[in-house]
């Protein structure tokens, strides 16, 4: 029945991209983009990239398998094997865009390689292989961005308590120690989108981070406004040299983060102030 349901009608166009198994599934649950938009908090303009497979108009690669994986959750397909096949067709796309390789065939012993011209060559290789190791690595996986931040979220708790003589008074203690105006700092682990929200939970200001970027949150949205992202994996937050450790689950939505030096260092120690401080609007699709 699976192959019957799966097989193209005559005339149509036969289904094997990752944005057309999307597409089929949100019609077959009757529902729109604007109905998907909703659920996953993405604008349709994103959505409707990810279906047409075009993923060049997207902020990146990380937000390319983010936002693919929510879009699988709300119409109900498997999210890992929908991120996976994503990440193949970006990898597809991209050895596709490389120019084509032209095999040498000499014909003429006069117009083998030289020595030099060798040795030039296995250089160059050398070089485009540690390049390419190094763009692996910048290039982590959210999963693995988060597998990072927790193992340094552990060896903190690890430090001997004579290093932390103020989290012997509880967390209130802790939190009370932050000096008001300690500077709060966020840093991408992977690229990450950031918004501002204000009292009523609109996003008033936005940016997107880079690997290794940091960003200084002046002290005038600390007072104002509460912290978003939906990749809390890949965002380090500090206080004055401090890691608070991560501000959610991976992929998912998170807002009304206070970015209150004190409010931080609570949630940090787990305390019962780690909650949002402020109440957000009645929810509304981000466009």
């Known amino acids: 029945m699976a192959d019957e349901e799966t097989t193209p009608m005559q005339g149509e166009l036969a289904i094997t991209r990752t944005g057309d198994k999307l597409r089929l599934a949100r019609e077959t649950a009757g529902l729109s983009l604007a109905d998907v938009a909703t659920r996953t908090r993405i604008t349709q303009r994103h959505l409707e990239a990810i279906e047409n497979s075009d993923f060049s108009g997207l902020p990146g690669r990380t937000y390319v398998t983010g936002f693919a994986r929510a879009y699988a959750r ?29 095999a040498y065939e000499p014909t003429d012993p006069a117009r083998l390689p030289t020595a030099r011209l060798t040795w030039t060559l296995v250089i160059v290789a ?3 292989v540690s390049a390419y190791g190094v763009w692996r690595f910048l290039s982590v996986e959210p999963d693995e961005a988060l597998i990072a931040a927790q193992n340094q979220a ?3 708790s690890e430090a001997p308590e004579a290093a932390t003589p103020a989290t012997k008074t509880g967390s209130a203690g802790t939190a009370g120690a932050v000096a008001a105006n300690a500077p709060v700092v966020l840093t991408g682990i992977s ?6 929200d204000d009292a009523q939970g609109k996003t008033e200001n ?6 290794g970027e940091t960003y200084q949150v002046p002290p005038a ?3 104002q406004f ?11 937050v500090t206080v004055g040299g401090r890691d608070v450790g991560a501000i959610g689950p991976a992929d998912t939505l998170v807002k009304g983060v206070s970015l209150k030096p004190a409010d931080l260092i609570a949630r940090a120690e787990g305390s019962a102030g780690t909650a949002p401080t402020t109440t957000p609007a009645a929810p509304k699709t981000e466009r």
Do not use: C, M, N
């Open 74 to 102: 709300a119409v109900g397909l498997p999210e890992v094997e929908v991120g996976a096949a994503v990440r193949r067709e970006l990898e597809e796309d991209e050895y596709g865009a490389r120019p084509a390789y032209e």
């Open 126 to 128: 050398l070089v485009l």
């Open 206 to 211: 936005w940016r997107t981070l880079d690997p």
């Open 226 to 236: 509460t912290l978003r992202t939906s990749i809390p994996q890949a965002l380090k």
């Open 191 to 196: 690229e990450v989108w950031i918004g501002f």
């Open 221 to 223: 949205y600390i007072e």
């Open 154 to 156: 552990a060896e903190a």
